[in-house]
Every structure is written in structure tokens, then in C-alpha cells.
């Protein structure tokens, strides 16, 4: 049975950062490329960053260009979403998601997805 727990959310200042974990247990995790969601309140799902099966390539939404960065650890079965200078408007529920596809952004791609942590951004 596949598994994907995230953690690391929370409530943190603005201008603040977070780590976010996701473990992944159940698939061949190397032959996966992962992404990171998220989903504020009354607004639809939204991509924000995704890495290859390989980690050679990462993909960010404009909105988080330069302020994440998705990285994954496959001797742990692990992708992490590191974000900093967080904005009130960061605040959502995260998901991560796996896809045996080519990375990409499209949610209905992905295969599996995790429960959801929340990240509060107060300002």
C-alpha cells in the first residue's frame, strides 16, 4: 500500500521559513518524480514545485520562484519543500503527490498523494 506522509507545517511569521517532509513508503520511490500542492480555503488546488525521478530537475510555480526549493533524499524515501521569506499568502493545506510520469504540474497526473499538512503565514 502506497503512503505519503507529509510534516514540518505549521505557524511561522511572515518572512519566516519552513521545512516540510514528505515520506513516501508502499512504491519504488526512485522511479517516481514528486511534486509539492497546496490548497487555501475556498481556492482550488495549485501546483507549487515538483522534482524529476532523478532529482536532476526542479519545476516552481512563478509564485514561489526563488523563495522554495524542492529537494528529495531517496536513501530515505524522502522529498522536502523548503520555503523561506513565507507571505500571509503562502498559507494553505501542502500535499505532496508522486507520478510515474514525467514531471510535471498538472494535479490529475499524479498518481498518489499524501493527507495534507497545514502552513499558517501570519502577518
Known amino acids: 500500500q502506497v503512503q505519503l506522509v507529509e510534516s514540518g507545517g505549521g505557524l511561522v511569521q511572515a518572512g519566516g521559513s519552513l521545512r516540510l517532509s514528505c515520506a513516501a513508503s508502499?512504491?519504488?520511490?526512485?522511479?517516481?518524480?514528486m511534486g509539492w500542492f497546496r490548497q487555501a480555503p475556498g481556492k482550488e488546488r495549485e501546483f507549487v514545485g515538483a522534482?524529476?525521478?532523478?532529482?536532476?530537475?526542479?519545476y516552481y510555480s512563478d509564485s514561489v520562484k526563488g523563495r522554495f526549493t524542492v529537494s528529495r533524499d531517496s536513501a530515505k524515501n524522502t522529498v522536502y519543500l523548503q520555503m523561506g521569506r513565507l507571505k500571509p499568502e503562502d498559507t494553505a493545506v501542502y500535499y505532496c503527490?508522486?507520478?510515474?510520469?514525467?514531471?510535471?504540474?498538472?494535479?490529475?497526473?499524479?498518481?498518489?498523494w499524501g493527507q495534507g499538512t497545514q502552513v499558517t503565514v501570519s502577518s
Open positions: 522534482i524529476s525521478w532523478s532529482g536532476s530537475s526542479t
Open positions: 503527490a508522486a507520478t510515474w510520469h514525467r514531471t510535471t504540474s498538472q494535479a490529475p497526473d499524479y498518481n498518489y
Open positions: 508502499g512504491l519504488s520511490f526512485d522511479f517516481y518524480s
